[in-house]
Nanobody, 123 residues
């Protein structure tokens, strides 16, 4: 069993920065990936970023590439999402998740999920 807890969300102005954190506890894995997803009102869940547990390869959605950075500690017990140059369209509930195996951009393949943290960006 894995327990994931997100933190770091809040209300900011357009152009500001936030860093989200995801703390993992319980069972750990030597492969797979950790990812960030978001869901805005009226929209489907959207892939944001992912980092491979083995080689730390990172992938980003086109909408956040160049603005967001995913990183973590050596064991990925804590994973971060640094968000710069925030835009109102980034407003959403952000979730971290653990993938055992599957497609890193497909949220349906992630097995464990946190409860989410709200990010609101005003203009």
């Amino acid at each position: 069993q894995v327990h994931l807890v997100e933190s770091g969300g809040g209300l900011v102005q357009a152009g500001d920065s936030l860093r989200l954190s995801c703390a993992a506890s319980g069972r750990t894995f030597t492969n797979g990936a950790m990812g960030w997803f978001r869901r805005a009102p009226g929209k489907d869940r959207e892939f944001v970023a992912t980092i491979d547990i083995v080689d730390r390869a990172a992938y980003y959605a086109d909408s956040v590439k160049g603005r967001f950075t995913i990183s973590g500690d050596n064991a990925l017990n804590t994973v971060y999402l640094q968000m710069n140059s925030l835009k109102p369209e980034d407003t959403a509930v952000y979730y971290c998740a653990l993938l055992r195996s599957g497609r890193v951009r497909d949220g349906n393949d992630y097995r464990y999920w946190g409860q989410g943290t709200q990010v609101t960006v005003s203009s």
